[in-house]
């Protein structure tokens, strides 16, 4: 009897996909692959397979106790950690995927330049058919940062603003361990030392319960009126109304969003009427880029030899922790 694999996946090459024959040869399982409008198809498989590679509760859920490994094509994977029920079996492991950071550094280096340049202003100008031009703008260059998370996201922003001239990067991360790429990596139990002093500040945080409205009232309260929030990570770590208060009054300088809460965000919800505010409908990651699909699936394939072998998996996921 054979040992299969069910993958459900949208963005698989035929390149991709024999990559992941010759992996699954190697260790001894067989590969079956699905697009997601293949769902009951998919399901159907499922039911003799050890392994899930997908990114779809819903199909989690179809899985039978046998199932062994879900690997999450996803780098948040919170959504099965609150809800341990998606797993008929109890003991099943969970991977993630964090090969995001380039598209999303890349995201970021983008939207930071923005508010510098101070685009948001600048594009209401145009709007109005206006001509003003010399507004005071900064530069990435000897400016200084503080990265909220120090992951495969943070250490690719790092990374990038250290390459256009930043003077100082900052990180703050669980355990406060250095990290390559960072002048200095203090503990997130430290934020409030350093709020006070902040230009750019960019989360790249995990959705966990200690991370919900880690930014909230009273830490945005201690932001200095030229800083500047930028969020990746995930939404429910900035507590929403004060920030569009701060922004309104002018009591910050502005705000990039590419997460929020909650998503999608409603039509005649306040932040899209927010100021100097750059929003984006959560495409800081995505599958959109081929670097980041070729990255998910030799990610995926490495553990699976991994598995074959009978070694731990270098992804996996603690889900008492949420990462």
Known sequence: MSRD???????????HRAKIRSAADQAGLVP?????DQFEEAAACLQHCEI?????????????????????????VDPYCKDPSVFA?????????????????????????????????????VRDRGWSNQLPIRSIRDNAFTLL???NIGVNVAQRLRGMGAAKITGLSRSGQAVPGFDE?????????????????????????????????????????????????????????PLIEALNSGRLAGAALDVMDPEPLPPNHPL?????????????????????CDVNVEMFCADLLRYGRCEPLKNLVDRTRGY
């Open 5 to 15: 694999i069910c993958i459900c996946q949208e963005f698989l090459t035929e390149a």
């Open 32 to 36: 079956h692959f699905f697009t997601p």
């Open 52 to 76: 899930l590679y997908a990114h779809s509760p819903d199909l989690l859920r179809s899985a039978p106790a046998s199932l062994k490994w879900y690997c999450c094509s996803y780098a948040g």
């Open 89 to 125: 079996n109890p003991d099943c492991m969970l991977t993630n995927s964090n090969g995001y950071g380039v598209t999303i550094a890349e995201h970021v280096v983008m939207v930071t330049l923005m508010l510098l340049r101070r685009m948001p202003e600048y594009e209401a100008v």
């Open 149 to 151: 998370g120090t992951g």
């Open 185 to 241: 990596v203090y503990p997130i139990s430290r934020l409030e030392e350093f709020l006070p002093s902040v230009k750019v500040l960019v989360m790249s945080l995990p959705g966990t319960p200690e991370t919900i409205h880690i930014l909230n009232r009273d830490r945005i309260a201690l932001l200095p009126p030229d800083a500047y929030i930028i969020n990746v990570g995930r939404g429910t770590a900035i507590e929403q109304e």
């Open 272 to 292: 899209w009427n927010a100021r100097n505010l750059i929003l984006t409908p959560h495409v800081s990651g995505n599958m959109t880029l081929g670097y980041t």
